[in-house]
């Protein structure tokens, strides 16, 4: 799961959905760093990162990419399901995807002095660019993976997965509408059972 899944996932509480963002930017242990809601989000973000790596209907969707992408076809695959998310929105969520996404940036902007440098910037792009309204466009997908591979230091491999992105598509899509459900009800239960 990528911004977006993470941000909803992490349900209605606005710190909640602070950690769930900051947890690809905070790394190691915790121990009381932020507020305890926060952290909840950030070990949420982390549980469901841990499951969706073992989880064998995402790593089948993985192998739809073929192994030749094994390497790079989970980033490839968090970044397809988020366009996933925006196009079907309304089959998960009562809010509406404008209103949720205009909470977001607003949340994480008034939370922004809490967080590490990189995720400051991060929100910056992020409201200037409109990123999470963008990925329910699906020429998004491309554009996110091109500027992921642009940050890693062997990113060339990771271009290689749009092809496949592409061909395999329609049976992604069905694949996600199909597990994300069982994930929701998952993350729920974590926000839950977190002290």
């Not at 739809?64 to 992408?69: A, D, F």
Request: net charge positive.
């Amino acid at each position: 799961m990528n911004y977006l899944a993470h941000l909803a996932l992490a349900g209605s509480r606005q710190q909640h959905r602070i950690g769930g963002f900051l947890g690809d930017f905070v790394k190691g242990p915790l121990q009381g760093r932020f507020a305890p809601d926060i952290e909840v989000g950030i070990r949420q973000h982390r549980a469901i990162d841990a499951h969706t790596d073992r989880d064998p209907a995402i790593t089948h969707c993985r192998l739809m990419l073929g192994t030749q992408h094994r390497r790079y076809s989970g980033i490839a695959i968090d970044i397809l399901f988020d366009h996933f998310l925006a196009r079907h929105w309304c089959r998960f969520y009562q809010q509406a995807f404008d209103h949720f996404c205009e909470a977001c940036y607003q949340d994480l902007q008034t939370h922004q002095h809490l967080m590490p440098a990189n995720a400051q910037q991060f929100v910056e792009r992020m409201q200037q660019h409109r990123i999470l309204h963008s990925y329910y466009h699906r020429k998004t997908v491309s554009l996110a993976i091109e500027r992921t591979a642009q940050r890693l230091r062997h990113g060339a491999p990771l271009l290689n997965t749009i092809p496949a992105l592409e061909n395999a598509y329609p049976e992604l899509e069905q694949a996600f509408i199909a597990l994300y459900p069982e994930l929701q009800i998952r993350a729920s239960n974590l926000l839950n059972l977190s002290p």
